[in-house]
């Protein structure tokens, strides 16, 4: 007969066990894929990911392949035929890697997983604590008491990495013949650098990426759509159509605006989080209308006649 009790680490449990007449302390890890309840007792979490949850795996799951589409643009060239076969490749591995993800991940077999439901931010970093009941022996509670939104994103991109190094070096050797040959791989070297990096971020900083990556997200969409204006000189409704690139370049920021603003309202009254989605062309009908007014040569001239 075993009386459990936890300590503050959501992964650890401590009580006393009824053995041979007698009661012994017993403390613990819960184990993985498992984490105490209300009733301070370990317990096999079954609950499926809420939508905030699915909205952040798929945030971790945008940076790679995001990273893969700038340096494939920045290396590729203007007049690089490649491009779009290596964005249609990165693309691929990305999507593959995130269904074998979901596959590998418990229940094994079925695109769905299993979740224990983020609390607090110490959720994410048991390993600071370790609880000392006695004050001379530490109890080490590491544990994913996130289950699995913490390992989920690094299998990720495991998988991510290998499938690219799979099957990038032979497409870019085929294709990429407008490229030099010291060129051609470099966005695959860039994703060498990136991955580790990424790997690192969500190590260290998933907890705060969990809780920040809404905002995160609407302030970098909407830095990058102002940069891209401008440097492409985009300064009139004429301007934005002139090129189907620009198109898409604004409808990709359209989308991950209307993304950070359902992560930040998490749609839980849809009548009044809907309606927020239609600030979504907002910063760029702001821009084409103001920029006009902001325009460095005009304010340069104005300033030298004296006005």
């Known amino acids: ?21 007698s009661f012994e302390s017993e403390c613990g890890v819960c184990p993985r894929g498992e984490r105490t309840n209300l009733q301070k007792i370990c317990e096999k979490c079954t609950e499926s990911p809420e939508l905030y949850d ?17 340096f494939i643009e920045w290396y590729s060239g203007k007049k690089s035929s490649s491009a779009l076969f290596q964005h249609v490749t990165a ?19 079925q695109l769905s997983i299993r979740s224990c439901r983020v609390q607090m931010l110490s959720d994410w970093y048991t390993m600071l604590y370790n609880p000392s009941p006695d004050y001379v022996t530490t109890l080490h509670c ?14 990720y991109y495991a998988f991510c990495l290998v499938l690219m190094m799979l099957l990038r070096p032979l497409l870019v ?11 051609r791989f470099k966005s695959i070297y860039a994703a060498l650098y990136f991955f580790p990096i990424l790997t690192v971020l969500q190590a260290v900083g998933g907890g705060l990426l969990y809780y920040a990556f809404p905002y995160i997200i609407l302030v970098l969409s909407l830095v990058t759509l102002a940069v891209y204006m401008s440097a492409s000189e985009i300064q009139s409704f004429k301007n934005l159509v002139a090129k189907k690139k620009r198109l898409v370049v604004l409808f990709s920021h359209w989308l991950l605006h209307a993304y950070g603003i359902i992560s930040i309202s998490r749609l839980d009254k849809l009548e009044q989080d809907l309606p927020l989605l239609a600030l ?28």
């Open 173 to 183: 050797k085929k294709i990429a013949c407008g490229l030099g040959k010291s060129d």
């Open 1 to 21: 007969m075993a009386v459990v009790m936890s300590s503050t680490c959501p992964g650890l449990y401590c009580g006393k066990t009824l053995i041979n007449g």
């Open 142 to 155: 590491t544990q994913e008491a996130v289950f699995p939104l913490y390992t989920i994103v690094l299998i």
């Open 280 to 307: 979504v062309p907002g910063p760029a009908l702001f821009y084409l209308l103001t920029s006009k007014f902001t325009e460095p040569n005009r304010i340069l001239s104005e300033g030298g006649s004296g006005h």
């Open 91 to 109: 693309l691929l591995e990305c999507g593959v890697a995130a269904v074998v993800t979901l596959l590998v991940n418990d229940p094994v077999g």
């Open 54 to 70: 699915w909205l952040y795996l798929g945030f971790m799951a945008m940076l790679p392949l995001v990273l893969h589409w700038f």
